[in-house]
C-alpha cells in the first residue's frame, strides 16, 4: 500500500521513498509523508477531458507489475497476485477499467431517445423539406377550420393538411393531447408543469413561438419538415422534437426581435438531419441529437456545463457536416458512438 503519491507524476511512494527529497521516478521535490498523503487525499483522480481516468506513462507499466510480481509472491502467493493484478490493471486503465463519464454519458443519450416511440422513416421515403422562412416571413396558410377538429376522450384530433393550428399558452398543470395531420403547428409557449403532447400529430412544420420553462414538458413531431424555435428553453423543461429527414433551428435574436436561448436545465432531444443552433447553449442545457443520413451540425457558442451530444442514426453512413462554434468553461460537444 503507498503511503502517498507523486504530486507530479502520481508515482505510488513508499514510506520510505516518501521521506526522500526527490520522487524516484521523475525526480520532482517531494514534500513529507503526511503533507503528500493529505494532499492526494484531496485531489480528485486524473481525467482527460472527456472525463476518462488518464493512465500513467507507459513507461511506468512494466515497474508496478514488477513490483507486484515480487511483493505479492512473497506475501501471499500466485493467487493474491491474480487478484491484486486485476485491480492494478483497472488503474492502469487496461481492458477491464470500470466505465468513464463517457460511458455515463452513452446511457443518458440512451435514455433520452425513449421517448421517441415513433420508429424513424425509411431514408429513401423521406422528403427533403424546403428552407424553412425567416422568423419575420408571412406564410399563407390558413387557420384550422372548426369542422377539421375534434375533442374526445381529452384529446384533440385534428384533419387539417393544409391548415395551421395554434397552441395557446400552457401554464400549470394543463395539459394537451394532440393527433392528427396539419401543415403548421404553431406553439405560444409552455410553463410551469405544463404538458404539450403531440408526437402523434404529424406535422410539416412546427414553430415555438413562446418560451419553454418551469418544468414544462413538449413532444411534437415533423418527419421530413422544418421545426423552429423561436423563443428561450430553459428552467428544467424537456422537449423532444422528431423531424427525422427534416431541420430544426434554434434562432438567435435579430433586428430587435427575441430569439432562442437554451440554458438552466433544459434537456432537448433531436431527430433530424440537420440541425441548427445559431443561439447559446448555456448553464448546464443538454442537447442530445440522433442524425438521420447526411447529418449536417452547426452551434455558435457553448459555456458553462452545457452538453451537446450526437450520433449517427447509421453507424456506417457518411460522415457528418460539422461547423464548430466556441466552446467555453467545461462546456462539452462530442459523438455518441
Known amino acids: 500500500m503507498p503511503a502517498a503519491l507523486c504530486p507530479k507524476c502520481r508515482w505510488p511512494l513508499s514510506r ?12 520532482a521535490p517531494l514534500e513529507s509523508a503526511d503533507a503528500a498523503r493529505s494532499r492526494s487525499a ?38 493474491l497476485y491474480y487478484a491484486v493484478s486485476a485491480g492494478v490493471a483497472r488503474y492502469l486503465g487496461g481492458a477491464d477499467a470500470p466505465a468513464s463519464a463517457a460511458s455515463e454519458e452513452s446511457k443518458e443519450f440512451e435514455e433520452a431517445f425513449l421517448a421517441l416511440q415513433t420508429p424513424p422513416e425509411s431514408e429513401a421515403a423521406q422528403v427533403q423539406p424546403e428552407k424553412p422562412p425567416a422568423p419575420d416571413a408571412k406564410s399563407d396558410v390558413r ?23 395554434t397552441v395557446e399558452p400552457l401554464d400549470g398543470e394543463a395539459l394537451l393531447r ?4 396539419v401543415k403548421t403547428l ?100 443538454q442537447i442530445y441529437v440522433m442524425f438521420s443520413v447526411g447529418g449536417k451540425l452547426r452551434f455558435t457558442e457553448m459555456s458553462g456545463t452545457s452538453r451537446l451530444v450526437y450520433r449517427k442514426a447509421e453507424a456506417s453512413g457518411p460522415d457528418l457536416v460539422i461547423d464548430w462554434g466556441i466552446v467555453r468553461d467545461e462546456a462539452r460537444c462530442r459523438e455518441n458512438k
Do not use: W
Open 16 to 27: 520510505e521513498e516518501s521521506r526522500s527529497r526527490k520522487c524516484p521516478f521523475c525526480a
Open 42 to 79: 484531496a485531489l480528485p483522480p486524473p481525467v482527460d477531458e472527456r472525463g476518462a481516468r488518464l493512465p500513467l506513462p507507459e513507461a511506468a507499466r512494466p515497474i508496478i507489475r514488477g513490483a507486484l510480481v515480487l511483493l505479492v509472491l512473497a506475501a501471499g502467493g500466485g493467487g
Open 143 to 165: 387557420p384550422v377550420l372548426p369542422q377539421e377538429i375534434t375533442v374526445a376522450h381529452n384529446v384533440t384530433k385534428i384533419d387539417s393538411p393544409e391548415g395551421e393550428y
Open 178 to 181: 394532440l393527433r392528427g395531420k
Open 186 to 285: 404553431r406553439i405560444k409557449g409552455l410553463n410551469g408543469d405544463a404538458f404539450l403532447e403531440a408526437e402523434a400529430l404529424e406535422a410539416q412544420e412546427i414553430i415555438f413561438a413562446g418560451p419553454v420553462g418551469g418544468r414544462a414538458k413538449a413532444r411534437v413531431r415533423a418527419p421530413g419538415g422544418s421545426v423552429e424555435f423561436r423563443m428561450p428553453i430553459n428552467g428544467q423543461a424537456r422537449v423532444t422534437v422528431d423531424a427525422t429527414g427534416g431541420k430544426v433551428t434554434f434562432f438567435k435574436p435579430s433586428g430587435g426581435q427575441g430569439g432562442c436561448d437554451i440554458a438552466g436545465q433544459a434537456h432537448v432531444v433531436i431527430r433530424a438531419k440537420e440541425v441548427d443552433c445559431q443561439c447559446p447553449l448555456d448553464d448546464a442545457a
